[in-house]
């Protein structure tokens, strides 16, 4: 099945790295899509 939003770019793992790429993502205009096995985001420096 084909997604209805075409993701430029995926991001495994929200933890700090991960963020920081989806918040440079953003603010580039590019639509992501992050997969995060925890429960939270940033969960290891909690
Ligand atoms: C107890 C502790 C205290 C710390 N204190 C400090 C500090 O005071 N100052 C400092 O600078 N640094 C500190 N660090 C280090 C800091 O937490 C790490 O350097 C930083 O979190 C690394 O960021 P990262 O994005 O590379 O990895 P992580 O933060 O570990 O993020 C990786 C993420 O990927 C997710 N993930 C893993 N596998 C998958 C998968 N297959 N699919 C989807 N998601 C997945 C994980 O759940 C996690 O959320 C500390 C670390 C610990 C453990």
Redesign the pocket.
């Known amino acids: 099945m084909k997604p209805e939003v075409d993701y430029l770019a995926v991001i495994?793992?929200?933890?700090?790295?991960?963020?920081?790429i989806a918040i440079a993502l953003k603010r580039a205009g590019i639509e992501d899509l992050a997969?995060?096995?925890?429960s939270a985001?940033?969960?290891?420096?909690r």
């Open positions: 495994i793992g929200a933890g700090v790295g991960g963020l920081g997969f995060e096995t925890a985001e940033a969960a290891t420096v």
